[in-house]
């Protein structure tokens, strides 16, 4: 297959921990050739497929530190039907320029490419957001401009997180107490004096236990999650944030959560999903480009890597048959 990933610069990936960095190797291995781009790289112009400029790349085995793990072509103009599958794996901010490359991932999937995760999936199920839809399995959560509405929630709850929309790796995440010590000032810092919606959620002491981060693969979850620990003086689990990320294997609840969750998403083009699950909590649905692949993978016997590249040459099947 050729495969074409659209993700942050190369040079930028720290490859010992890198999700797509994992699923370039396993595709390599296996003798698909990955190219790769940025969503800047990515054009229309009318009378013409979506087309990027586009470097073919070989991976080098380099371990050592500072060794190039990767050698590229010089670009090249290529249609991205040209491809077996496009991955978007572009980090967020979930942005105004994030939602038009998926716009031109549409039409290219208009003019036949195979987009994973699907273009529209992704606009429709941005990471925070999505859980609205799941209420059943998470929290109690309020998404509010109002100040005056964070501010009730607080007071029901007594202990709450508040968090941006459009933040990742832990970014922006506060916790507020029963004192509700700087509840004003984070208020009007992260929503911009009533500018930006925020997301609260009553705060949940499992956290102490791991973030846990449950991978679906095409609606099936992988049998180990990643505990993502928060160390001394610390709230957040996220290992951008300095957790400690622990494999260990999925509970008989996360199971059954991720399966309810997988069978309602997969079918709408989201081949991976990443959950986050406090205690049985489901805090956020990532599709955009989740990550722990590695962590699990240095722990434990399970290659998520495989699974993933699995489950894509299925679908790269299925997209030649249709």
């Not at 698909?32 to 009318?46: E, G, K, L, N, V």
């Not at 102490?208 to 095409?218: C, E, F, Y």
Request: proline share 5%; hydrophobic share 40%; aromatic share 6%.
């Amino acid at each position: 297959m050729k495969l074409l990933f659209v993700a942050d610069p190369l040079d930028t990936f720290k490859t010992y921990k890198d999700t797509t960095f994992a699923m370039m190797r396993e595709a390599a291995q296996r003798g698909h050739a990955p190219s790769a781009c940025q969503p800047r790289d990515i054009s229309w112009c009318s009378g013409q497929p979506v087309a990027a400029q586009v470097c073919d790349i070989q991976l080098t085995g380099a371990t050592a530190k500072g060794a190039p793990w990767y050698t590229a072509s010089a670009a090249r103009h290529a249609a991205l039907r040209d491809f077996d599958a496009v991955l978007m794996r572009k980090d967020p901010p979930f942005d105004a320029e994030y939602l038009y490359a998926t716009h031109l991932l549409g039409q290219a999937e208009r003019e036949g490419a195979l987009v994973i995760n699907r273009a529209s999936a992704l606009r429709e199920h941005p990471e925070k957001l999505a859980v609205m839809e799941f209420q059943q399995y998470i929290a109690p959560t309020l998404v509010a401009r109002s100040a005056a509405a964070i501010r009730a929630f607080h007071a029901e709850h007594g202990d709450i997180i508040i968090k941006p929309l459009d933040g990742m790796g832990g970014m922006g995440i506060f916790r507020v107490k029963s004192d509700g010590l700087n509840l004003g000032s984070i208020i009007e810092q992260l929503g911009n004096n009533g500018a930006t919606t925020l997301m609260a959620q009553k705060f949940l002491p499992e956290i102490a236990a791991g973030d846990k981060r449950v991978l679906i693969i095409d609606g099936e979850p992988v049998p180990y999650a990643l505990a993502r620990i928060p160390q001394a003086g610390e709230v957040r689990g996220n290992l951008a944030a300095g957790g400690r990320g622990v494999a260990q294997p999925l509970s008989d609840k996360d199971r059954e959560t991720a399966r309810a969750i997988g069978a309602v998403l997969a079918p709408r083009g989201l081949l991976l999903i990443g959950l986050d699950i406090i205690g049985s909590s489901v805090t956020e649905i990532n599709v955009t480009s989740p990550t722990c692949f590695q962590e699990i993978e240095q722990q434990t016997d399970c290659c998520v890597s495989a699974l993933f590249i699995d489950a894509l040459e299925r679908r790269g099947q299925q997209q030649r048959r249709s």
